[in-house]
């Protein structure tokens, strides 16, 4: 009887252990990756880089979409580039 009480309390502990390991390791594991707390005004941040985001345009002889402080005008139209500017029009 003393052998089984012996083996049971050896596997309670073993599993106490590893449990607390696997625990200990979790926490070191969400510290590590925890986002930092934001301020007061997370909306209001979003919000901000979400307004200093730039407009694209479209240019007029390739399509393609850029920046609009990239922009090259030409003929009353936008375009992505000096050598685009200088093609005759599509």
Do not use: N
Not at 12 to 35: G, T
């Amino acid at each position: 009887m003393s052998r089984i009480i012996f083996w049971l309390a050896l596997v309670f502990l073993v599993i106490f252990a590893v449990r607390s390991k696997i625990r200990e390791a979790q926490k070191r594991h969400q510290q590590q990756f925890r986002q930092p707390p934001q301020p007061e005004g997370g909306r209001a941040a979003a919000a901000k880089s979400v307004a200093d985001a730039e407009t694209m345009l479209q240019c007029a002889h390739c399509g393609i979409f850029y920046p609009a402080s990239e922009t090259v005008q030409a003929r009353g139209r936008d375009y992505c580039s000096a050598a685009h500017a200088t093609l005759p029009a599509a």
